[in-house]
Structures are given as C-alpha cells and as structure tokens.
C-alpha cells in the first residue's frame, strides 16, 4: 500500500499513520506549500500545527487502487465532515450530485481550484432528501487523476474568500509534475447492474522551462435498478451517465521573479434519469395515450451538461512582495431532453380530430446556463522580526455572474387540446421551459480583503482577516475572523476560532422559473416555482431576497505525544440568520389570496425563495492515528468521527404570511434542513502492508436521519426514521512490478440497505429514499494503475 496516502491537515483524517510518515516527508521536500485558510507560504506542514481544522488529502491512492470512480464518491468515504448522496427520481437533481460540508447546504461550501474559486452549476435542486433549493458545485467535473491534493478548511472562511464559505471551503490542488500514469478500472453492483467503465490518463511534461499537466478522462457508468416488479416500469437507482473530460494545468517562468500558470479544463456529460411511472389505465387520457403507452411508461429525463473553466494568472516578486494576478472564467449549461414521453394534450386534440391520439414522443425541454468570470489581485509579505514574525496579506477581487434560462420546443409545454379536461399539458416527466420563464441576468460584486498572521511567540499564532463586499443587486457586506493557536505542551495545542461569514443568494435561486409535474401519495399535481419579484412573489408580499449571515465559532485541541500517534478534537457552531430556503406548497386551500392566480396558470400549487429561517450546528470532529509494526508488515489503524446538529431556531414569515409559518417551511422542508444528510458519520479502518501486498478494511458508520412524511405527523402518518448503518469497504493491492499495481475490491460487502419506508411517503416513492450510504447496496470493482 503506497504510504503517501494521509490527510496531513485532519481534523477528520481517515488516512492511515504510515501514509502520514511519508506524506510528511512529501510535504518536508516541497519547497513552498499554500494551505487553504492561511495566505502565509510554508515550507512545511503538519496535522496538528494549524490554526483552524484543514485536511489535506493526497489523492494518489485513491486514483491509483481506490473504489470510488469520481470525486464526489470518494470524498464521502474520506471525510466524514463531507456529505454527498447521488439520487434517484429527483429530476435535474439526479444529474449532478451535490456535496456539502458539516450538515449545511451545499451552496454554503466554496470550491477553489489551485485556489482560485470555482463556478457553481445551473441547477438548483429542487427534489430529493439532500439540498433542497440549493445549487452547488459539481466535484465530478474534475478528472480524479487530474488531481494532486484536495485541502478541507473546516470552519467559516468567508471574511477570507468571500460568499459560500460558511461551512467551509474545498480547495482542489491539480497535478503538473513530471511523469505519466493511466487507471483503467470496471466496476458494478452486486445486483449485476450499475456497470462502471472508467479509463484515464495523465502525463506531466517539462515545457518552456515549466510544466504542464495533461489529463483525459473517459467514464461510462451504466443505470441500475432497485424498484423491481412492484414498481414497474419504474426505474429507482443510479442515472446513466457518460463523461468525457480534458484538463490542463500549467506554470511557466517569464522572468527571474515571474511566473504565469494557467489552468483549461472542459467536461461533456451525457446523464439520463427516469421520471415517475405514468399508469396504463387511471393516467389515460390525462397523462397517458392508450395509442402510445398502452401498458404505462416511465419517461426518460435526459441531460447535456457542458462544463467549461479557465483560469490564468501571474505570479511575482516586487520588493519583496509577493504578488498574484489571475482572471478566471467558468460556465455550466444543462440542456434537457425528454424521451420515452409524450404531450398528453397533443395526443387527445389527435384523437378528437379522428387521429389515433399520438404525440412526438421527445422534447428539447429548454435548460439553464450560469457563467462567471472572477478577477483577483494578491499580495503578501512575511516579515520574520515584526513582533516575531508576520504575514500581512491584501487584495481585491470583482466578480460578473450570469444567469440564463431558455425555453424549450413548444410541443414540450403547450396545452394543445385546450378543452381544460382532456390531456395535460407538457411533455410527461419534465414539462418545457415555457417563453415566460425565459430570463436572462446578471450582477457584479466588488471585494477588498486584508488579513495579517503573528507569532508574537514561538508558542503563539493570531491570525485575524476583515472583508468588505458590495453586490449590485443587494448592497454591502463586511465580514471578520479572529484565530488563534497555544502549544500548551509538548504535543499538545490548543485551537480556536470566531468569524462573521455571509452567502449571498445566487442567482438560480433569484430567478429561476418553472413549472413541473410532483407526485405527492403518488398522485400528479402541477407546481410553478415563482422568481422573486414575479406576480406571485409579490401577491405573497415576499420581499427581495439577501444574503444569509453566519457567525462561526470553532475550539478544540490536538495532541500528538509520540510520532506513531496523534489524536485531534474540534467542537463548532454555527448560526445562520435569514438562511434562504424553498418555501412549503401555497394554493387555494391554504392560501386563498393565490387562488385566482394559480388558477389562471392552470397549476395547483405554488412556492419560492424566501428569506425565512435562522438555524444553529453544533457538532464535533474527533480523529486518531497510530501507526504500528505487525509481523513483516505494518499495520496502520484510524479513526475519525463527525456529530452534527442542525436545529431551526426561527421561522420568519413576511408580514403577508403572518400565521402561515406552517406552509412557509412545513414540518417536513424542516426535517429537510435539519437532517437532510446523517447526524453522525464515522470511519474506523486498518490497513496494513507487507512487500508487494497490501489490503485495508473500513467500516463507515452512518447516524440516524428523520425525514418528514406528505402526509406528516398532523395527519397521523409517523415521520420516516432511518436508523443507524455501517458499511464495510474492503480491498486487496498486487504491486506486480515497480510500475502496476492490480486492485480489487467491494464497497457495501454485506449489502447494508436504508431502513424500509411506506413508499407512499417518501420523496421518490421507492422503500427508501436516498440516504446514508445510498440504496443500491453492494458493490464490487477492479482497476489496473501503471506508471510509464
């Protein structure tokens, strides 16, 4: 087993004490490392010198023997801060997975690349157990053998980076050192489905007097399915998804004190999801043609996700002063297009002109796109006898978003029969972007930043960093953070940090419009999603939104007494004020104001985006490490722990919805939120190595989660309880020659499934909903690493 695989900077490492020795000795060699939540340059690193909680995770043995195939997998069974659930029957949701940290929302984490920050995606999810209403970042974009380091800066960065960093920040450090190597890798589900092709490549080349770092990247990963007969033709497992990736990451010398760098990178997806059944005999002619689905049919829900990103910069020396420039560009589009479906209200006009009741069966339902370029200006300095050694640090960043939606083909949203009782309008499964959700806008940020990092004794850091922002859309924002770290003894220091942090809302959850098809009891019902400032909005009184306020608190301590152990506990909290959240479901019946105007839309229901709700999480990361000789071999054995609890502490209608506070966020969008990923995560593995073998076992332990039922505690349906689960992953390492390595290996081995639910109540009408570890139980996989 390669020993440089170990989380240097963990709070929550999960890596092994040998891997730690050597990446220790990895970081020792390096000339200069840039650690997330410092802007002070290191010449050496260690898990328990940091200030605030960072892991660093060297992903060499994840790309060359690990299980998982993307990044969004593989960070779930590192990190136990780290949450990400891929879903099943939640529309665009299924398409891109969402990741988050410590319990919150995944637009509360902020990605870097090489520290430079990274575009969200166009989708806001609206579906699902996990991130609802929220966007986020999608970490399968990047190829896994593009990638060096990942860094996890555990604690609210935002008066650092800026908006997005309440639970944290995530920076993805890309490879550009010399050398080639190739994965090819196949794995599959223990059921015989969920086939995963994976074939990738990098080659580091001297260019220039510099280096570059190629990657290409080819995944095909195949459909599965749980539902079975019971659900036919239901599909309730893993969307199909097809990724073809290229990257670059380069850094070249343009004078003695200069150097440009640049980073390309650019993804296709191709992703299918499967929609909700439409039945053969109760959906006809309202949803269903007789002519076309005579038996019922699930429609294909497809996705053309294009991702693109580029940054480019310079940096140098002036006087002493380090100085960054960059430019960075990033754009996300997601196109769909619905399959295995037809336009009911086309198929029934058909009929009723003597046809034989047939529609076109696919769509081009329109999409969304989401572009921004961000400019940054760095500058730092050390001065070694300026109170024993400081680090002062400034600069300025301008940011331009923008945000689009485009509608689709008519056929995928007109009411054609127009009779008001014959077939329903849209393409079933995903009715089309309409002309009038059509949008098209944009906002800028300005920042200026300072931050300055002492050690006024050789025992003592203080660091403290103040932001100021302002958006075009909502105004001003200023932010603070005070740190400190104490060496109290040998081995032993203690930590702690506060900060004010901001999330300014995106620009997804400002504008975007839709109106789609949800099955509640399993039952159809047409839904519009109402952009603030629309007529609905307004019929609410629901004001602009704002950003959402944090204020982060973080102590805690770590011990490393002999250099085979070292042991970390950090308690946090974090409050959030005006947390902007998907409103509950408003129609006549429970808001008769919005009567006549959902009526005259044709649709059932209504929600939105609102300011409304103030949270607190409170949680606590423990790890240890100890690293051991064992006969021939060595054995390493580590433990990490995540608890946290989000708790809603305020709901705060606008003075229209006085009284609603019920429908604005129901008891079941608050389960949502307070345990939309499980309360308690735990890794415990041993991994040990002798000569060319080398095998690990890892138990991962999943805490209870409690989701909220349609029905619901008020109409005597109990909520559904998911108890607690440990999976065990376990794998087997053949160094056949100095450049192959042969892995195999299983995930999930004994088959751990979600606890069973009524399907009548859960989110994607399956037994169990997405949750934990996922629900398509065991998996097993093989990969080849050679190194040339």
């Known amino acids: 087993m390669s020993p440089k695989f170990h989380a240097l900077m963990s709070a929550v490492a999960l890596l092994g004490a040998a891997q730690a020795a050597q990446a220790a000795d990895a970081v020792q060699s390096v000339e200069r490392v840039t650690i997330v939540g410092t802007r002070k340059t290191l010449t050496a690193a260690s898990s328990t010198d940091t200030v605030v909680p960072v892991d660093l995770y060297d992903m060499s043995r994840s790309t060359e023997s690990g299980g998982q195939f993307d990044l969004a997998q593989t960070l779930q069974y590192l990190s136990p801060s780290f949450n990400s659930t891929r879903q099943t029957g939640a529309d665009g949701a299924d398409l891109i997975d969402s990741a988050a940290l410590r319990g919150l929302g995944s637009d509360q984490t902020l990605v870097l690349v090489n520290g430079k920050r990274r575009h969200t995606v166009a989708l806001v999810n609206l579906f699902g157990a996990r991130n609802r209403g929220a966007t986020g970042t999608d970490m399968n974009s990047l190829p896994l053998l593009a990638i060096d380091t990942v860094q996890v800066l555990r604690d609210g960065a935002a008066a650092q980076y800026g ?108 992703a299918s999801s499967v929609a909700w059944a439409r039945d053969g005999s109760s959906d006809i002619p309202t949803r269903n043609s007789a002519a076309m689905y005579p038996d019922g049919f699930a429609p294909f829900i497809n996705g053309d996700v294009a991702d693109r990103y580029l940054i480019a910069g310079l940096r140098s020396s002036l006087n002493g002063w380090d100085v960054d420039v960059s430019q960075t560009y990033g754009s996300n589009s997601l196109r769909y297009t619905i399959a ?88 079933q499964g995903f009715p089309g972007f309409q002309p009038s959700d059509e949008t098209r806008r944009n906002r800028r940020s300005q920042a200026l930043y300072a931050d300055w990092e002492v050690t006024p004794t050789s025992g003592l850091t ?44 995106s620009l997804q959850q400002l504008y975007f419009s839709s109106t789609f098809t949800d099955f509640i009891n399993q039952q159809p019902l047409d839904v519009v999603l109402a952009p603030n400032g629309s007529k609905i909005t307004q019929a609410a009184g629901v004001p602009a939104l704002k950003q959402e306020k944090s204020r982060n608190f973080t102590l805690g301590f770590t011990w490393k007494p002999t250099r085979s152990f070292e042991a970390t506990v950090d308690a946090y909290q974090i409050k959030i004020k005006d947390r902007i959240v998907l409103s509950g479901r408003f129609d006549d019946s429970n808001y008769p104001a919005l009567g006549a105007i959902l009526q005259g839309l044709g649709v059932g229901q209504a929600q939105f985006f609102v300011n409304s709700v103030d949270t ?18 060595k054995l390493n054995t580590f433990l990490a722990l995540n608890m946290s609890r989000t708790t809603v502490t305020g709901v705060h209608a606008p003075a229209m919805l006085k009284g609603f506070e019920d429908v604005l966020l129901s008891e079941r969008e608050r389960l949502f939120i307070e345990q939309g990923g499980p309360r308690a995560k735990a890794t415990l593995g041993f991994e040990y190595s002798q000569g060319a073998w080398s095998g690990d ?15 619901g505690t008020a109409g005597g349906e109990p909520n559904a309880y998911y108890k607690p689960k440990t999976s065990a992953d376990m794998s087997v390492s053949w160094q056949a020659t100095p450049a192959l390595r042969f892995t195999v290996g299983g995930n999930n081995v004994f088959n751990v499934k979600p606890t069973r639910q009524n399907d009548l109540e859960t989110d994607n009408g399956f037994l169990y909903d997405s949750v934990q570890f996922g629900l398509n139980g065991a998996s097993y996989f093989a990969r080849a690493h050679y190194k040339f």
């Open 163 to 270: 908006s997005d960093a309440i639970a944290g920040v995530i920076n993805i450090q890309l490879k550009k050192r010399a050398g080639c190597e190739a994965v090819a890798g196949f794995g599959q589900y223990s059921a015989g489905d969920g086939k995963n092709y994976l074939a990738s490549a990098y080659c580091g080349v001297s260019l220039a007097g510099g280096s570059l770092g190629i990657t290409g990247e080819w995944q095909d990963r195949g459909r599965s399915n749980r539902g079975g007969a019971d659900f036919a033709p239901r599909v309730i497992g893993d969307t199909a998804v097809k990724n073809k990736t290229l990257y670059l990451n380069g850094e070249f010398p343009l004078a003695r004190d200069a150097k440009a760098y640049f980073v390309a990178g650019a993804q296709d997806r191709d």
């Open 697 to 711: 076992v890892k138990l991962i332990h999943f805490g209870s989660q409690t989701l909220g039922t349609f029905t």
């Open 616 to 633: 607190r999480t409170q949680g606590l990361d423990v790890t240890a490490s100890h690293r051991s000789a064992l006969g021939a071999g």
């Open 340 to 427: 295995h479906t037809l336009n009911a209200s086309i198929a029934y006009k058909d009929l009723l002109a003597g046809g034989k009741g047939v529609s076109a069966s696919s769509f081009d339902a329109g999409g969304f796109a989401f572009k921004q370029a961000t400019t940054n200006l760095d500058v730092s300095r050390y001065f070694p006898e300026l109170l024993g050694g400081s680090n002062i640090a400034f600069g300025a960043e301008a940011r331009q978003e923008r945000y689009s939606i485009m509608a689709g083909e008519p056929g995928s949203y007109i009411d054609a029969d127009g009779v008001g009782f014959g077939g329903n309008a849209g393409s």
């Open 462 to 505: 203080l660091d403290a960093a103040l932001r100021a922002e302002h958006y075009s859309d909502f105004g001003n924002t200023t932010t603070g953070k005070l740190a400190a770290s104490y060496k109290a003894a040998p081995g032993l220091l203690l930590r702690g940090a506060a900060s004010t942090g901001f999330r300014a809302p």
